[in-house]
Each structure stands twice: as structure tokens, then as C-alpha cells.
T-cell receptor, first 113, second 111 residues
Framework: DAEITQSPRHKITETGRQVTLACHQT?????MFWYRQDLGHGLRLIHY???????NKGEVSDGYSVSRSNTEDLPLTLESAASSQTSVYFC????????????FGPGTRLTVL | GEDVEQSLFLSVREGDSSVINCTYT??????LYWYKQEPGAGLQLLTY?????DMKQDQRLTVLLNKKDKHLSLRIADTQTGDSAIYFC???????????FGKGTMLLVSP
């Protein structure tokens, strides 16, 4: 069965370290998204991609970067982790059909100490 | 920019109906969505409605859309304890567009 996976599921890191969160989908979807979920803020879009070599900034992109070298993967990198980036991170994917249902991964809980 | 607002919490008894409300600001929204998030999991699409529809029914779920007031509601009939979750309203234009999510409504169903 097609799926979308995230790794690691839990991560604790220190302020200033570089961290990469992995997202892998086997749906063969063109579109991939990264969100963060925080109490009081709901779900906010960080970065997204409509295909290989395409990346776009979302609402809260500062301090994050992504690259899309193949269809299946969209890794999210925190260049220099900050305590404000402690959050639960969700990856999602979709086709470009309408309606554009997004399929979500199980999430990565990141703690920055 | 676009904004989607929801009440944050709803508590009902098992067997009652639940109504979760949402308002949005983007008049160009083509589709409006309801996603469900169970504890410790990602979001899953529950249902959606096209913006030229007033109502959509899917088993225990009824979605009502008032386009003039930009108001969307999700009614769950005969609510069960398994319906306890966070429900997100989202809007989008479809195809190559992003979704804007509300903050989510936590539904608690007590026996």
C-alpha cells in the first residue's frame, strides 16, 4: 500500500545544531508540504514543492530549508535549531487534481533544548 | 491574507449531535475541507465541499456552506466516543494551490 513516512518520530537536539527531518512518500505525488503544529496556532505551512527541483516558501519559512531531488522525498532542514522551533512537524503530499486531498505523515516531535 | 477561524473546543455526550463551525475570509476558495486528527497521528481528510454547493451529506456527516457569510459547519450525527479528535477546517483553490487551515476544534465525546 502507498504511504507517507517520517523519520525520526521523536528528536531532541540542542540550540544551534543542524537538524534534518526526513519525509518519504510512495504515492508518486508531485506535491509535497511541510507544516508545523503548535498549540494556539494550529497548522502552519513551512515550505512546499510542486515537483522535482521546485521549492516554495510558506507562511513560516525563516530558519528552515528544503530540497527536492526526486519525487519521493522532501527533507526539511533546520539550519541552526532554535527553541522556538520546538514543535510537531508534519509532512503531506497530494496530486494536482481537484479536490486536492493532502495525505499526511504521522509527524515528528522535535524538542530543541 | 486568508484566514480561517474555528472555535477551539466542543464537548458533547455520546449519541448527541455535534456541530463544529468555521468561518473563512478568502472569497476565491474553491473547495472547503474538514480534516480529522486523532491523538498522536497526522490529519486525514474527512469530507469536502465544492464552493457552489450548499450542503453535502456523507453517512453521519453533514457539511453546510453559507457562501454569502463565508461560514462552514460540520454536523456529526449520533456522535460516538471514537469521534473524539481535533477537527480542522481548511480552504483552498484546488490543483496547484496550498491549503489554509484553521487552528482546529477539539471534540470531546463523553459516554
Amino acid at each position: 500500500d502507498a504511504e507517507i513516512t517520517q523519520s525520526p518520530r521523536h528528536k531532541i537536539t540542542e540550540t544551534g545544531r543542524q537538524v534534518t527531518l526526513a519525509c518519504h512518500q510512495t504515492w508518486n505525488h508531485n506535491n509535497m508540504f511541510w507544516y508545523r503544529q503548535d498549540l494556539g496556532h494550529g497548522l502552519r505551512l513551512i515550505h512546499y514543492s510542486y515537483g522535482v527541483q521546485d521549492t516554495n516558501k510558506g507562511e513560516v519559512s525563516d530558519g528552515y530549508s528544503v530540497s527536492r531531488s526526486n519525487t519521493e522525498d522532501l527533507p526539511l532542514t533546520l539550519e541552526s535549531a532554535a527553541s522556538s522551533q520546538t514543535s510537531v512537524y508534519f509532512c503531506a503530499s497530494s496530486t494536482s487534481s481537484v479536490p486536492d486531498e493532502q495525505f499526511f505523515g504521522p509527524g515528528t516531535r522535535l524538542t530543541v533544548l | 491574507g486568508e484566514d480561517v477561524e474555528q472555535s477551539l473546543f466542543l464537548s458533547v455526550r455520546e449519541g448527541d449531535s455535534s456541530v463544529i463551525n468555521c468561518t473563512y475570509t478568502d472569497s476565491s476558495s474553491t473547495y472547503l475541507y474538514w480534516y480529522k486528527q486523532e491523538p498522536g497521528a497526522g490529519l486525514q481528510l474527512l469530507t469536502y465541499i465544492f464552493s457552489n454547493m450548499d450542503m453535502k451529506q456523507d453517512q453521519r456527516l453533514t457539511v453546510l456552506l453559507n457562501k454569502k457569510d463565508k461560514h462552514l459547519s460540520l454536523r456529526i450525527a449520533d456522535t460516538q466516543t471514537g469521534d473524539s479528535a481535533i477537527y480542522f477546517c481548511a480552504e483552498g483553490e484546488g490543483g496547484y494551490s496550498t491549503l489554509t487551515f484553521g487552528k482546529g476544534t477539539m471534540l470531546l465525546v463523553s459516554p
